[in-house]
């Protein structure tokens, strides 16, 4: 497994946010985390990407313990995080927007091609390299803020509520895009508000509830399961 989460608990304060979970993340494929607001999503991607600490547990990437590591390590080792609401820099164009995802690199040349790979993954980034962000609509940031993780190089991508606040036709857009990384470039561990999209896109899928791993499966099983369907597909 590339990604190991072993019985990780996360507290803020006294309220525990994640209760002795364990996860894991082959080196290909999407792997979804589904659930309703509040049930430990969020922090267990801030977890992964060190930005949460564990209060017990473990978390390892490809066969090394990083949980005590400092966020920026655990991106140098081949994690990308692309948070809930995007959190480009508003007043950076999109090219600088772009360039800060390979600020921990030394491959300049390198660097140089995978921002043309960028530009060609994304033709509207390209259109508006030398556009503000905050300028943007909120598909176009979306795409942006994919595409600084994909500068980092990443060997695996964690993706927070992509389609949050988009319309329908750029949701499809976003989704064919997860696809494709995951096709082409990283596995991928996305969280999504969205059940129903998140499972028609996963290989495998764990369902968080208050915090506590309620269930797992493929993600077509979970699909057809009858909890699951009442509880977030609304059937």
């Known amino acids: ?33 589904i659930g309703g607001n509040g049930a430990g999503k969020t922090t267990t991607l801030r977890a992964i990407s060190g930005l949460e600490r564990l209060k017990s547990g473990e978390i390892w990437f490809d066969s090394e313990r990083i949980d005590h590591l400092p966020a920026d390590r655990i991106v140098a080792r081949g994690i990308a995080h692309v948070p809930e609401g995007r959190r480009i820099f508003p007043d950076l164009t999109v ?3 772009l ?16 921002l043309e790979v960028t530009f060609t993954r994304f033709p509207r980034l390209r259109e508006r390299r030398e556009q503000l ?38 949701v499809e857009e976003i989704a064919k895009i ?5 096709a ?12 129903e999209l998140a499972l028609d ?19 077509d099983e979970l699909h057809d399961n009858e909890h699951v369907r009442a509880a977030y597909l609304g059937v």
């Open 95 to 97: 090219e600088e927007n």
């Open 1 to 33: 497994m590339l990604l190991e989460i072993r019985d990780a608990s996360v507290n803020y304060g006294k309220v525990s946010a994640i209760r002795g979970i364990s996860m894991n993340v082959p080196d290909s494929g999407i792997v979804t985390i």
């Open 133 to 170: 962000a905050k300028t943007m609509s909120g598909g176009e940031q979306q795409m942006l803020a994919i595409g600084r993780a994909l500068m980092t190089k990443p060997r695996l991508l964690l993706m927070d509520e992509p389609s949050m606040g988009l319309a329908p036709i750029i």
């Open 99 to 114: 360039r800060t995802g390979a600020f921990l690199r030394r491959d300049q040349a390198a660097v140089e091609a995978d």
């Open 201 to 219: 896109l996963a290989d495998y899928a764990y369902v968080l509830e208050t915090g506590n791993l309620a269930m797992e499966g493929p993600a």
């Open 184 to 195: 082409e470039s990283a596995p991928v561990v996305l969280v999504e508000q969205n059940a």
């Open 178 to 182: 997860i696809q494709e990384i995951s």
